[in-house]
């Protein structure tokens, strides 16, 4: 059988039944990296368009692109799809994660400037790695613990100095609510991704997100008419990069580490995200939040150091 032959089986066959190639050392935290960026220009994106489409239909619209362009890259890799066990998993964050989750931080992004909606979603690193340490057994490497720790603090200045006058008390609460969506999308899929292919896995999760809001279809297009070009072309943004390339790679990553090790890189967001604010909205950080932001960034690299393992100091029989 030739190369490309194998190659084509490969793509055919489920991860349970073909073990992953093992990926280059930079692959998994180049993909982070990709991915918080174009999370945090999300964050840029919808404060920009929020006069234009309200919550329902901006997310709706979002995620007819993302299914469309994940579709694209679904055909492409012959990804199989998800069934049974799997299936329920990834419809699971399908609608936490894809629908809910993207209705609420519309909604949220009303009440709160583009930097504090990003550090308050961003809490959820901190319950997933809680809850990834106790439930799918991971542990708490002292790295991760120190990390999210410093992260925190990070996130916490952030909160105190503030980066705007648009923060009310719904947009917090409807932050948070984010927060806790994030999480329980992020750790279903972490376990959704022991069978499923991670391609195949963000596909059918972003199309069911989508089927979910198809009650939003006609005041989507109704807002449509009236949006300018560049509401629209960031709309298709939205779902072609923070969506179906972010959410990709960030399946790839999330089955090649731990739940809590790559939620925990996330911790950065808010950091890029108020710097984005601040050149693309005018949203001036003060200097606490910027304090804040060097923290986010030195927690996720403290993070993501890996444990080195003990050597073991060598016993002789008993008796010699």
């Known amino acids: 059988m030739t190369t490309q032959q194998d190659a084509a089986v490969g793509r055919r066959t489920t991860p349970a039944e073909t073990p992953s190639a093992p990926s280059p050392s930079w692959a998994v935290p180049a993909a982070v990296g990709v991915v918080l960026l174009l999370w945090a220009s999300s964050f840029i994106a919808i404060r920009a368009v929020g006069d234009t489409f309200s919550p329902g239909p901006l997310a709706f619209g979002r995620l007819v692109v993302g299914t469309l362009a994940l579709g694209a890259i679904g055909l492409y890799y012959r990804s199989p799809l998800p069934r049974g066990r799997g299936l329920a998993l990834v419809a699971l964050y399908g609608v936490l994660w894809f629908a809910l989750y993207t209705v609420v931080l519309n909604a949220a992004e009303h009440h709160l400037d583009a930097g504090t909606a990003a550090m308050l979603v961003n809490v959820a690193p901190i319950l997933v790695a809680v809850a990834a340490g106790f ?48 999480a329980a999308g992020v750790l279903s899929q ?79 967001v808010p950091a890029i995200a108020v710097v984005m604010s601040w050149v693309f909205l005018g949203e001036v950080p003060t200097v606490l939040a910027m304090v804040g932001g060097v923290l986010c960034i030195t927690g996720v690299l403290v993070s993501r150091r890996r444990v080195r393992p003990q050597p073991v100091a060598a016993t002789s029989p008993r008796g010699q």
């Open 135 to 182: 439930l799918l057994g991971e542990g708490f490497p002292r790295p991760l613990i120190i990390g999210v720790g410093v992260a925190f603090a990070g996130v916490a200045l952030i909160a105190v100095g503030g980066v705007g006058s648009h923060s009310d008390g719904l947009g917090v609460a409807l932050g948070l609510i984010t927060a806790v969506l994030y």
């Open 190 to 268: 972490k376990v959704a991704l022991r069978t499923v292919d991670p391609v195949s896995a963000t596909w059918v999760g972003c199309a069911i997100g989508m089927a979910v809001l198809v009650p939003f279809l006609p005041a989507t297009v109704d807002e449509a008419r009236d949006a300018s070009f560049g509401a629209i072309a960031a709309v298709v943004y939205l779902g072609v990069f923070p969506t179906a390339i972010a959410f990709t790679l960030w399946a790839y990553a999330l089955s090649r580490a731990s739940a809590g090790r790559t939620a925990s890189a996330s911790l950065a």
